[in-house]
């Protein structure tokens, strides 16, 4: 198979659940049982998390595979479900989000009142042009109006498609295009390290040209920053939604209505418009909120850390933990702002109890120092989950001491953009836990490990690729304008019964699965994908570059670090220091900051095979500075000393 990252070893020591937190736990050990009628468990989950305005008549329609129909008759309206049901149930009162701004202003907002400013919002997208189908793109930091504007969407049935803060102006103009939005929503800026940064000017430019589908950007202010405005286009959020009534009648959606669009890259450097639908999407992310974070409603304090700009985002701080009528923290700001124990600080003060965050977090933490965490009182913890990278049974284990207290199980969650909701973990009242392990696929959901040929791998140890064999209600419904992408991207690799995940996989003695990161071009940077293509593309349009090569190379806090080796044009000058930085810049410039390379060496030759494929192995040799592996496929071998004598003499 093509080198996944190196494996992490296996651990021995298991984790069994308490017997109290067996007794109280929503996800109990016959559902693994119950699944084996695949449909029928899915049918019970579908009535049980979500409340149908018409019930579903089939529960799955596969006939056209790899497009699959969930739920298909049944309609429901998902803003509904997250909001206005909780009210009715004389919930009104509860606290939906304690929202906790960067710089220490809070916001509580009840159930009654999220059907408030939900209802609002969804009035003034309707005054401002938005129907059913159109869709809206959000560029927005973790404010409160951003969960108001999603939902409002989904309300209205316009799928919205949010762009990370942290994108570029152009990665935004792209997204709007593709997506063809017609409106933008986003604010004055947003409040980082201390420090307001704008946000407006990035869409400003990404609407600027005249070809732009999109009509009106609704402006909320956050940081009162001074923004260029446009009369004909531009609308503050405080003049049309706060004077919006609060009512607004919603109306059934079919199930299959589609629900959002968000990017995420892939192995070309064209990002992927993966688009979601309503009645699937939902049961599992509120089934999976219950079952794996086993969230109970009005009791628990539950806190998901990552951005909404990510599907993290989407399925478990909006669309699941909201259906399942959760108390939650929504928190603006980084870990270390003003100091390194702002998160325990807000465990403490809200008595959090469930935190689901990302290893390169933990492993920051780690490095800080477990004293910091020890400072606060973290006792309300009574749940720990992890997802976005494998997490490493050292960070594991000191996530369960430091922040656990040595009591709190820990869910190491798998699952993707692609799969919209959880797919392989272990049930916290159920499995004994394994640290490193995500362990098995959760009841319902259905994996194998193959080798390069598709033949099932179940000894232990044996490295394959992960694939899953059967459809699942939250499953992307494919690439925005793309079917052909869907098909060949996810259904090729092992013929069209298998959906090929792009992630190494292994079996350990106990039968219990171990991620092993990616087999394609794509790198997991703290948690996000990157596409090596996009960031070689970006590299590229640099006037003094005439070919880049990027890999991800293991890191110790980000899992992998961007390493990027570029060949200068011959009429650019390599000003050593300043070339590099300017290279960095300009990629944060095309792509967004995230991309940003932590390293550029600029090399005179790139190692090639015979016909012309990069051989990123022999590059992440030397990123991770290790010998240098087989040389013997290159068209050239001379190419690697060639690398490494013009890097250790500095040029
Ligand atoms: C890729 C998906 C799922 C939300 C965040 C990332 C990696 C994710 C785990 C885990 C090992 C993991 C995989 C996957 N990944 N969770 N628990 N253990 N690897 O979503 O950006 O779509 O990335 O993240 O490589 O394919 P995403």
């Not at 919006?244 to 629900?259: C, G, N, R, T, Y």
């Amino acid at each position: 198979m093509t080198d996944p990252t190196p494996s992490t070893p296996t651990q021995s020591r298991t984790f069994s659940p308490t017997p109290e937190f067996t007794a109280q736990a929503n996800g109990e050990a016959p559902l693994y049982d119950q699944a084996t009628d695949h449909e029928a468990f899915w049918a019970e989950q579908a009535h049980r998390y979500v409340t149908w305005d018409k019930d579903f008549d089939t529960t799955l329609d596969w006939s056209n595979a790899p497009f699959a129909k969930w739920f298909v008759g049944g309609q429901l309206n998902v803003a509904r479900n997250c909001v206005d049901r909780h009210v009715e149930a004389g919930n009104g009162d509860r606290v939906a989000i304690h929202f906790e701004g960067e710089g220490g202003d809070t916001r509580t907002i009840t159930y009654a009142e999220l059907l408030r400013e939900v209802c609002r919002t969804a009035n003034a997208l309707e005054s401002l042009g938005v129907r059913k189908g159109d869709r809206v793109a959000i560029y927005m930091p973790m404010i409160p109006e951003t969960v108001f504007t999603m939902l409002a969407c989904a309300r209205i049935g316009a799928p919205h498609s949010v762009v990370f803060g942290g994108f570029s102006a152009d990665a935004l103009r792209t997204r709007i295009a593709d997506a063809q939005a017609r409106v933008v929503v986003t604010t004055d800026g947003q409040f980082r390290r201390g420090k307001p940064a704008p946000l407006k000017p990035a869409v400003d430019e990404a609407v600027s040209g005249g070809d732009s589908p999109v009509e009106k950007v609704l402006v909320v202010k956050r940081t009162e920053g001074e923004v260029a405005w446009d009369d004909a286009r531009d609308v503050w959020w405080h003049d049309v939604v706060d004077s919006a009534s609060d009512q607004h009648e919603a109306q059934p959606h079919d199930s299959e209505h589609p629900l959002f669009i968000l990017y995420t890259s892939g192995t070309t450097g064209k990002p992927k418009g993966i688009f979601h639908t309503s009645g699937g999407y939902l049961a599992q992310t509120a089934y999976t909120n219950a079952v794996v974070h086993d969230v109970h409603p009005g009791t628990d304090v539950y806190w998901c850390t990552a951005d909404v700009g990510w599907v993290t985002g989407h399925s478990y701080i909006v669309y699941g933990p909201l259906a399942n009528g959760a108390t939650q923290v929504l928190y603006e700001g980084t870990p270390d702002t003003p100091h390194q124990g702002r998160w325990w600080e807000i465990v403490q003060k809200y008595g959090v109890s469930i935190l689901y965050t990302a290893p390169t977090a933990i492993r920051t933490f780690m490095k800080w120092g477990e004293d910091i965490p020890a400072k606060y009182d973290l006792s309300s913890l009574r749940l720990l989950g992890s997802v976005g990278e494998p997490i490493n049974p050292e960070a594991w284990l000191w996530y369960r001491k430091n922040i656990g207290g040595d009591r709190a199980p820990i869910v190491d969650t798998w699952w993707q953009t692609e799969t919209g909701a959880i797919m392989i973990s272990p049930l916290p009242g159920v499995t004994d836990l394994e640290p490193g392990s995500a362990q098995r696929p959760i009841p319902g959901i259905s994996a194998e490990i193959l080798d390069d040929e598709g033949k099932p791998l179940h000894d232990p140890e044996a490295v394959g690729y992960l694939v899953l064999t059967k459809p699942w209600p939250s499953m992307l419904r494919g690439i925005w304008g793309d079917q052909e992408r869907y098909k060949e991207t996810y259904w090729s690799r092992f013929g069209d019964k298998y959906y090929f995940a792009g992630d190494g996989a292994k079996y350990d003695a106990n039968g219990n699965i171990w991620l092993l990161g990616r087999v394609d071009d794509v790198m997991n940077v703290s948690g996000h994908r990157l596409s090596t293509a996009e960031i070689e593309s970006a590299l590229v349009s640099h006037p003094s570059v005439a070919e880049a090569a990027v890999v991800g190379a293991t890191d110790e806090t980000t899992g992998q670090a961007v390493c990027a080796f570029v060949i200068l044009r011959s009429d650019a000058r390599d000003e050593g220091e300043a070339t590099v930085q300017e290279l960095r810049n300009h990629v944060a410039k095309e792509i967004g900051p995230i991309a940003k390379p932590r390293q550029i060496m600029v090399v005179a030759e790139l190692p090639k095979t015979r016909s012309g494929k990069i051989m990123r192995r022999l590059l992440r040799d030397v990123a991770e500075n290790r010998e240098v592996g087989d040389v013997t496929t290159l068209a050239d071998s001379t190419v690697m000393d060639l690398i490494k004598s013009g890097l250790s003499s500095g040029s």
